[in-house]
């Protein structure tokens, strides 16, 4: 199984950035999705999940739930991170992770089985 995701850069706050994570190796809709995130000498926190392709529910972190988005597109084997009104506390490198649970929403890493190999989002002020 191969995560690989894209689209992070450096931006002011305010702006907006869609990430991107294609996986392979792996039969896509049955899977869960989630993004977690690491600030520089921090540990790695939740930002959000979507379930298995039929179901499609989503869960977001307090932090961002008015300002990301997770969508999923079945056919390219793609899942999206749309992030809007981007803040400085949003700086941090960005992981793609799945699970072949495909209910799972959980927000602890450990509940994970693949993970991308991040990709970095600083915002300056």
């Known amino acids: 199984v191969q995560l690989v995701e894209s689209g992070g850069g450096s931006v002011q706050a305010g702006a907006s950035l869609r990430l991107s994570c294609a996986a392979s190796?792996?039969?896509?809709?049955?899977?869960?999705l989630a993004w977690f995130r690491q600030p520089p000498g921090e540990a790695r926190e939740f930002v959000g999940a979507i379930t298995w392709a039929e179901v499609g529910y989503t869960h977001y972190a307090e932090s961002v739930k008015d300002r990301f988005a997770i969508s999923r597109d079945n056919a390219e084997s793609t899942v999206y991170l749309e992030m809007n009104n981007l803040q400085p506390a949003d700086t941090g490198t960005y992981f793609c992770?799945?699970?072949?649970?495909?209910?799972?929403?959980?927000?602890?890493?450990?509940?994970?089985?693949?993970w991308g190999q991040g990709t970095q989002v600083t915002v300056a002020s």
């Open positions: 190796g792996i039969t896509f809709s049955s899977l869960a």
């Open positions: 992770a799945a699970t072949p649970h495909g209910s799972r929403l959980a927000t602890a890493t450990y509940e994970w089985d693949y």
